[in-house]
């Protein structure tokens, strides 16, 4: 059984992205993030291909655009080469400009393997796949916490709109409770809120959270697309710099950035009350960091697109932290998987981080 709070699926971070199938580049080797992206890119294409789900494997570059980032692309090819990467090339600049003439760089590292996918029509597919196979999703359903019974998880539910007035000032009766054999908090934005809501979870194995807002921007009236491949410039504090996807529709858009957002509480965040309203403001930080490797970006050619939030679980300057995944060898409790910090290569890693949970949870 599936509860989402929400009145129909994917309307949280999977719909919020770039829709990137990463190739398992820039994450420690050995680490959940770059096992499961390399797994999961696999798994994603063969489903995306065997279930008719849109995806191009367009490959990605990449690039320095000064000699200073050298050093930094080189550890990029070795990260991914120890990841398990194929076909990882670095080009020379007057190459990779050969293969894309609006592109200014130095040097770049190509990766055919990267890719796009329509993250809706996937979700569509997994969704019918699911209810296929016995799955029931129950939407408008919200998790409002648990407790602990005779070493059971008993999980408190509510119809999503009994909590539109609720503000955090009393403490909510579960209209529903249900006794799973396997209870996998998915939440996203939410898991570190609704875990702490779980009455018998140790609350020192919840780590404290972060949400970094990632704005995008389309660029109007382009007839052709200035890229083909999709353009990295070398990752930033917090994510992979604000880079150019495309969409299955040749659609082109740059982005995200990251703007650290210390404004939202536990019960906001266990609401899934964010912000995500793109300001046209931001669009002047875009064009520098842009022109650094389209030099020929014209002036007020970025509209405001949509945003997500990233689920973070590490803070600004702090050092990236690897997904979570919390079994009963964690905190003790049966029957409960907690998934914290799922942002980026999620998408890419979700089937793998299915058949990890299925090989390792499911009796
Ligand atoms: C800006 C940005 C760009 C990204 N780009 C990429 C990319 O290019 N490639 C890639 O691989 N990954 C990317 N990611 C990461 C990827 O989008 C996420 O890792 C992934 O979508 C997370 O999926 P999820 O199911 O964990 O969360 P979500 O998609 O947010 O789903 C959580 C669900 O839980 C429900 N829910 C919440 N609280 C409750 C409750 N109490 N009770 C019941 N239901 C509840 C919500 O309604 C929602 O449906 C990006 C993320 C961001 C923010």
């Given at each position: 059984?599936?509860?989402?709070?929400?009145?129909?699926?994917?309307?949280?971070?999977?719909?919020?992205?770039?829709?990137?199938?990463?190739?398992?580049?820039?994450?420690?080797?050995?680490?959940?993030?770059?096992?499961?992206?390399?797994?999961?890119?696999?798994?994603?294409?063969?489903?995306?291909?065997?279930?008719?789900?849109?995806?191009?494997?367009?490959?990605?570059?990449?690039?320095?655009?000064?000699?200073?980032?050298?050093?930094?692309?080189?550890?990029?090819?070795?990260?991914?080469?120890?990841?398990?990467?194929?076909?990882?090339?670095?080009?020379?600049?007057?190459?990779?400009?050969?293969?894309?003439?609006?592109?200014?760089?130095?040097?770049?590292?190509?990766?055919?393997?990267?890719?796009?996918?329509?993250?809706?029509?996937?979700?569509?597919?997994?969704?019918?796949?699911?209810?296929?196979?016995?799955?029931?999703?129950?939407?408008?359903?919200?998790?409002?916490?648990?407790?602990?019974?005779?070493?059971?998880?008993?999980?408190?539910?509510?119809?999503?709109?009994?909590?539109?007035?609720?503000?955090?000032?009393?403490?909510?009766?579960?209209?529903?409770?249900?006794?799973?054999?396997?209870?996998?908090?998915?939440?996203?934005?939410?898991?570190?809120?609704?875990?702490?809501?779980?009455?018998?979870?140790?609350?020192?194995?919840?780590?404290?959270?972060?949400?970094?807002?990632?704005?995008?921007?389309?660029?109007?009236?382009?007839?052709?697309?200035?890229?083909?491949?999709?353009?990295?410039?070398?990752?930033?504090?917090?994510?992979?710099?604000?880079?150019?996807?495309?969409?299955?529709?040749?659609?082109?858009?740059?982005?995200?950035?990251?703007?650290?957002?210390?404004?939202?509480?536990?019960?906001?965040?266990?609401?899934?009350?964010?912000?995500?309203?793109?300001?046209?403001?931001?669009?002047?930080?875009?064009?520098?960091?842009?022109?650094?490797?389209?030099?020929?970006?014209?002036?007020?050619?970025?509209?405001?697109?949509?945003?997500?939030?990233?689920?973070?679980?590490?803070?600004?300057?702090?050092?990236?932290?690897?997904?979570?995944?919390?079994?009963?060898?964690?905190?003790?409790?049966?029957?409960?998987?907690?998934?914290?910090?799922?942002?980026?290569?999620?998408?890419?890693?979700?089937?793998?981080?299915a058949e990890h949970i299925a090989s390792?949870?499911?009796?």
């Open positions: 059984m599936v509860l989402d709070s929400a009145s129909t699926f994917g309307t949280g971070t999977s719909s919020r992205n770039s829709e990137v199938i990463h190739a398992g580049i820039y994450y420690p080797p050995g680490s959940l993030k770059a096992l499961f992206c390399v797994r999961g890119r696999e798994l994603l294409y063969k489903y995306c291909y065997e279930h008719g789900v849109p995806c191009k494997q367009t490959g990605k570059l990449i690039v320095a655009t000064g000699p200073l980032e050298f050093s930094k692309l080189n550890e990029l090819m070795n990260r991914g080469t120890q990841n398990g990467v194929d076909s990882l090339k670095m080009l020379e600049g007057f190459e990779a400009m050969k293969m894309e003439p609006e592109l200014q760089c130095k040097k770049a590292l190509l990766s055919p393997v990267s890719g796009i996918v329509d993250s809706h029509s996937l979700m569509l597919s997994l969704v019918g796949e699911a209810e296929n196979n016995g799955t029931t999703f129950s939407y408008n359903s919200t998790v409002i916490g648990g407790h602990l019974e005779g070493n059971c998880l008993h999980l408190h539910i509510v119809e999503s709109k009994d909590l539109e007035n609720w503000n955090g000032d009393y403490p909510l009766q579960p209209e529903l409770v249900l006794v799973p054999n396997l209870v996998v908090n998915s939440a996203g934005l939410s898991s570190l809120a609704l875990a702490k809501r779980f009455h018998g979870l140790d609350s020192c194995i919840i780590p404290p959270g972060f949400f970094a807002r990632g704005c995008y921007f389309t660029l109007s009236s382009t007839k052709v697309p200035p890229f083909e491949h999709l353009i990295y410039p070398i990752p930033e504090d917090g994510g992979l710099g604000v880079h150019v996807t495309l969409d299955l529709d040749g659609q082109l858009k740059f982005g995200p950035d990251v703007e650290w957002i210390d404004s939202i509480d536990d019960v906001s965040s266990f609401l899934n009350k964010y912000d995500y309203s793109v300001s046209a403001s931001r669009a002047e930080r875009f064009y520098p960091e842009i022109r650094k490797y389209y030099p020929n970006l014209k002036d007020g050619s970025l509209q405001p697109s949509y945003s997500g939030i990233r689920p973070k679980i590490s803070g600004p300057r702090q050092s990236p932290i690897d997904f979570v995944i919390q079994g009963e060898d964690i905190h003790g409790v049966p029957g409960l998987v907690n998934l914290f910090g799922i942002e980026s290569p999620g998408l890419t890693s979700s089937m793998a981080i390792r949870f499911l009796k």
